[in-house]
T-cell receptor, first 113, second 113 residues
Framework: KAGVTQTPRYLIKTRGQQVTLSCSPI?????VSWYQQTPGQGLQFLFE???????NKGNFPGRFSGRQFSNSRSEMNVSTLELGDSALYLC????????????FGPGTRLLVL | GESVGLHLPTLSVQEGDNSIINCAYS??????FIWYKQESGKGPQFIIDIRSNMDKRQGQRVTVLLNKTVKHLSLQIAATQPGDSAVYFC????????????FGKGTMLLVSP
């Protein structure tokens, strides 16, 4: 079974731009979560989607948003990019609310100049 | 807020030794714990998990111990190999219905041949 895939793997943007990242969960998994990883803050939860609905949201500004499609694929968007948004963005999937183990993708490395 | 923390940022061992990575958590309401391994340029890889109603769980070459009295979690790796070199994260989840994992800062494990 294929793992979690994320595209693109690397991105370079400039301040003020926006970016969209994509995540395809493990086949059959309906829950997708997003995390931001930086050297200073470590891994921080952004939000979780299940059945196209956002179930939970972390402590990030409204510039960070996401959505999930009917095939469980998810996208996250960051608008008005800031230098501090440079990070590794990780997507994780799990089967559903009753299945706790989350499996991570390789991440998208975003650099904001 | 409460968070998961690690005692040692770097652990250096010789190949064949047993490694122990420690983690302290402060939220007594956490009921699920996971250890992840993250190699350079990759996303976190699931190693082993444990629920709060257990004290010990074993996998292949790995054992997780949970001491709820002192809120301590440890990962034991038997016969450590160079391929085990990575950053190890512990994470906790308060509500199994949600994917809101709180991660520790990570411990770098360096295995010398």
């Amino acid at each position: 079974k294929a793992g979690v895939t994320q595209t693109p793997r690397y991105l370079i943007k400039t301040r003020g731009q926006q970016v969209t990242l994509s995540c395809s969960p493990i086949s059959g998994h309906r829950s997708v979560s997003w995390y931001q990883q930086t050297p200073g803050q470590g891994l921080q939860f952004l939000f979780e989607y299940f059945s196209e609905t956002q179930r939970n949201k972390g402590n990030f500004p409204g510039r960070f948003s996401g959505r999930q499609f009917s095939n469980s694929r998810s996208e996250m968007n960051v608008s008005t990019l800031e230098l501090g948004d440079s990070a590794l963005y990780l997507c994780a999937s799990r089967g559903g609310p009753s299945q706790e183990t989350q499996y991570f993708g390789p991440g998208t490395r975003l650099l904001v100049l | 807020g409460e968070s998961v923390g690690l005692h040692l940022p770097t652990l250096s061992v010789q190949e064949g030794d047993n490694s122990i990575i420690n983690c302290a958590y402060s939220n007594s309401a956490s009921d699920y714990f996971i250890w992840y391994k993250q190699e350079s340029g990759k996303g976190p890889q699931f190693i082993i998990d444990i629920r709060s109603n257990m004290d010990k769980r074993q996998g292949q070459r790995v054992t997780v111990l949970l001491n709820k009295t002192v809120k301590h979690l440890s990962l034991q790796i038997a016969a450590t190999q160079p391929g085990d070199s990575a950053v190890y994260f512990c994470a906790e989840n308060i509500d199994s219905g949600y994917s809101t994992l709180t991660f520790g800062k990570g411990t770098m494990l360096l295995v010398s041949p």
